[in-house]
Antibody, heavy 120, light 109 residues
Framework: QVTLKESGPALVKPTQTLTLTCTFS??????????VSWIRQPPGKALEWLARIDWDDERFYTTSLQTRLTISRDTSKDQVVLTMTNMDPVDTATYYCARMSLVLDYFDYWGQGTVVTVSS | EIVLTQSPATLSLSPGERATLSCRASQSISTSLAWYQHKPGQAPRLLIY???TRATGIPARFSGSGSGTDFTLTISSLEPEDLAVYYCQQRSNWPPIFTFGPGTKVEVK
């Protein structure tokens, strides 16, 4: 059974760095073809893909935020970490992690999401 | 960058009625499109991928069609539990970029 769960601070101050962790089970990011992405949804707005890390440690970022984002993995802990620097109130959103695979190149399993509010 | 638009923004129907949701891409994406169902407080769920293939465990009342720039998600007979926001999503192979439409909210009367 594939599960993903996001964790991290619920509140961050403007200019701070956000660190989110996605802990998953039911698959391994060492398996060829496996990928994990981060996606966010500001209140009342659409979903926005942020970043992806692949089984071979390749990393991809959305163009508009690539200077602020870093995605990494800890395969021993089955975790993927997203850091976002210089947080701003517009970054207030629910942040999701989701799995993709080479076989099914869409987001087939998602976490429940974690709400992050940026406020002083 | 490819932009997805969805219509209508809100669809209000009675149980048993047919729901037709539209997604339009700003340029041709062949059949590289998925549909997701997102219920309040839950994780989004993949319904349809490659424009018309139902994901594992998805009821047969959900179907997808289209190619190029125009896509449709059809719920043949609406159930009360289908209350949700439905998003389309496209993927480009290289570089990997994924974009979502703004969503259609389905209300069940």
């Amino acid at each position: 059974q594939v599960t993903l769960k996001e964790s991290g601070p619920a509140l961050v101050k403007p200019t701070q760095t956000l660190t989110l962790t996605c802990t998953f089970s039911g698959f391994s990011l060492n398996t060829p073809g496996m990928r994990v992405s981060w996606i966010r949804q500001p209140p009342g707005k659409a979903l926005e893909w942020l970043a992806r890390i692949d089984w071979d440690d390749e990393r991809f970022y959305t163009t508009s935020l690539q200077t602020r984002l870093t995605i990494s993995r800890d395969t021993s802990k089955d975790q993927v970490v997203l850091t976002m620097t210089n947080m701003d109130p517009v970054d207030t959103a629910t942040y999701y992690c989701a799995r993709m695979s080479l076989v099914l190149d869409y987001f087939d399993y998602w976490g429940q999401g974690t709400v992050v509010t940026v406020s002083s | 960058e490819i932009v997805l638009t969805q219509s209508p923004a809100t669809l209000s129907l009675s149980p048993g009625e047919r729901a037709t949701l539209s997604c339009r891409a700003s340029q041709s994406i062949s059949t590289s499109l998925a549909w997701y169902q997102h219920k309040p407080g839950q994780a989004p769920r993949l319904l349809i991928y490659d424009a018309s293939t139902r994901a594992t465990g998805i009821p047969a009342r959900f179907s997808g069609s289209g190619s190029g720039t125009d896509f449709t998600l059809t719920i043949s007979s609406l159930e009360p539990e289908d209350l949700a926001v439905y998003y389309c999503q496209q993927r480009s192979n290289w570089p990997p970029i994924f974009t979502f439409g703004p969503g259609t909210k389905v209300e069940v009367k």
